[in-house]
C-alpha cells in the first residue's frame, strides 16, 4: 500500500468518524427541538416547565458548541498530518536536542502542546461563556490560570520521564517490546489510580471528611450493611469551578474512598445522598472497578501488540511525513503519534459497546441502591428522587435521540434509570411475598 493510499483511507475514516457524530448530533438536536420543552409525563410534577426550558436551551447550547468544534478540531488535525507537518516538528526537534529518547518524549510533549492550545479557545468559550450564561460557571481567571499551570507541571513532571522509559523499553527488549511496554504501562496505570485521589487531586481541590452527625451515622451503618469498607467519604469543594454536581468513587484497597461535591450535598436530603452513595458502593461491590482495570489493562496489551506489527511499516510513517529524502524515516515517537492519530477515527464504531458495559453496571450499582437503603420502598424513592434532582441541576438533556443516547451514553437517560429502579420494585419484590 502507498504512502498516498494510507493517507486517503485516514481522511475517510476520520471524515467518517465527524460524519456520523454529526448526524447523531443532528438527530439529538431534532429530537430536543421536538419535545417543545414539554416534561416528559413521567416527571410531571418533579420537573417544573421552568426547569425544562433550562435542559432544552442548556442542551441545545452545548450542540452549538460541539457543532463548531468538532469539525474545527478534525479539520485542522487531518490537515496537519496530511501536509506532513508533523514530520517538519520532528526535524525541529531533532536539531534541539541530544539523545534519542529524550528528544522522542520531548517530540510528543510538544504535540501534546499543540493540541492543547487548538482546544483552549473551545475551553475559554465553553467555561466563561457559555457554562456562565446558564449559571453553572464559578471559576475564576484565577483559578483557571492556576490550574493550567499546575495541569501543565504535571503533565511534564510525570510524563517525559515515563515517555523516556516507554523508548528505552521500546528499544532493548527487542521482538517482545510491545510485551514489556505494556506491562510496564499497566503497572504504572495501576499505581497512578493508587496515587491519584492521595497526591494529584488535592492539588486542585480541598477534600474535608465529612463532619460527624446524623448522616455521618448513616453512611457508618450503611457501610457496616454492605460489607464496604473504605478510608472515608470525604467532601470536595467542587463549587469553586461549577455548580454542577457529581459523586464518584476513587482510589484501589485501602486508599478506597467516596467523593461527594459540596454541591451534591448542599443540594440534597440525607436520603438523597445516602441513595447517592449506596451508588457508588455498588460500583465497588459489584466489581466494577476491578472489572474496568482489567479491561483497560486488556485494552493496552491489545495496543501495544497492533503498534509492533504497525512499526514494521516503513510506507506508513512515510505517509505521516516521516520522511527523507523520499525515504521513510520511521522513529517510536512517530509510532506512537501515528498510532494516537489513527486509532480514534479506526475505532468510532465500537463506542456503543463500551456505552452499553458501562451502562449495564450502571443498571446494576442503582439496583444495589435500592436494595442497600433502610427499606426497599424508600430505597425506590430515594434513588429516583436522588436521580431527578440530579438531572435538573445540571440541566441534562431530558429528550435524547434513542440513537445517541444507544451511541454515546454511559449512562442510561434518566428515564430509562427510574423506569429500571420502579419496574424492579413491581416485578422483583411482589415476587418475593408470593
Ligand atoms: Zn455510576
Redesign the pocket.
Given at each position: 500500500m502507498s504512502s498516498s493510499t494510507i493517507i486517503a483511507i485516514y481522511i475517510a475514516l476520520a471524515a467518517a468518524d465527524l460524519g456520523w457524530g454529526i448526524l447523531l448530533g443532528l438527530l439529538n438536536r431534532r429530537s430536543v427541538l421536538a419535545s417543545q420543552a414539554r416534561v416528559p409525563p413521567e416527571l410531571a410534577g418533579s420537573v417544573s416547565p421552568e426547569e425544562a426550558e433550562k435542559s432544552r436551551s442548556y442542551t441545545l447550547a452545548r450542540m452549538r458548541l460541539s457543532f463548531v468544534q468538532e469539525p474545527v478540531t478534525t479539520a485542522i488535525v487531518v490537515a496537519v498530518a496530511a501536509a506532513g507537518i508533523f514530520g517538519l516538528l520532528d526535524d525541529i526537534v531533532r536539531g534541539l536536542v541530544e539523545g534519542e529518547y529524550w528528544r522522542g518524549a520531548l517530540f510528543l510533549g510538544a504535540v501534546a502542546v499543540a493540541s492543547g492550545l487548538l482546544s483552549l479557545p473551545f475551553s475559554i468559550y465553553s467555561t466563561f461563556v457559555l457554562e456562565k450564561r446558564f449559571g453553572f460557571n464559578t471559576t475564576t481567571i484565577r483559578t483557571w490560570l492556576v490550574d493550567g499551570l499546575k495541569g501543565s507541571v504535571i503533565a511534564t513532571v510525570l510524563g517525559l520521564p515515563l515517555l523516556w522509559l516507554l523508548f528505552v523499553f521500546m528499544n532493548a527488549t527487542g521482538s517482545l517490546w510491545w510485551l514489556w511496554a505494556a506491562t510496564i504501562f499497566s503497572a504504572l496505570s495501576v499505581v497512578l489510580s493508587l496515587l491519584y485521589p492521595l497526591v494529584i487531586a488535592p492539588l486542585f481541590n480541598t477534600f474535608t471528611p465529612l463532619p460527624d452527625g446524623s448522616l455521618a451515622e448513616r453512611i457508618r451503618a450503611m457501610a457496616e450493611r454492605t460489607g464496604f469498607r473504605m478510608s472515608g467519604v470525604f467532601v470536595m469543594d467542587g463549587s469553586k469551578r461549577s455548580r454542577h454536581s457529581n459523586a464518584y468513587f476513587t482510589g484501589l484497597g485501602k486508599a478506597k474512598r467516596i467523593v461527594l461535591y459540596d454541591t451534591l450535598v448542599d443540594s440534597m436530603d440525607e436520603d438523597e445522598i445516602l441513595a447517592v452513595l449506596g451508588?457508588?458502593i455498588?460500583?465497588e461491590k459489584k466489581r466494577h472497578i476491578v472489572k474496568g482495570t482489567v479491561l483497560s489493562i486488556g485494552l493496552s496489551f491489545a495496543t501495544f501488540y497492533a503498534l509492533s506489527l504497525l512499526a514494521r511499516w516503513p510506507e506508513l510513517y512515510a505517509a505521516f511525513g516521516f520522511a527523507r529524502d523520499g525515504a521513510a524515516y520511521p522513529t517510536k515517537e512517530a509510532l506512537l503519534l501515528v498510532f494516537g492519530l489513527v486509532s480514534g477515527p479506526a475505532t468510532f464504531f465500537l463506542a456503543p459497546i463500551f456505552s452499553a458495559w458501562s451502562r449495564a453496571?450502571?443498571y446494576e450499582?442503582?439496583r444495589f441502591a435500592v436494595e442497600a437503603m433502610d427499606s426497599y420502598p424508600a430505597g425506590v424513592a430515594a434513588l429516583s428522587s436522588a436521580l431527578i434532582r440530579l438531572n435538573k441541576e445540571n440541566a441534562s438533556n431530558l429528550w435524547p435521540h434513542p440513537l445517541y443516547s444507544f451511541w454515546y451514553y454511559s449512562?442510561p437517560t434518566l428515564l430509562e434509570r427510574l423506569r429500571a429502579i420502579q419496574g424492579d420494585r413491581e416485578e422483583g419484590r411482589t415476587a418475593l411475598f408470593i
Open positions: 451508588h457508588e455498588g460500583h453496571h450502571e450499582a442503582d449512562h
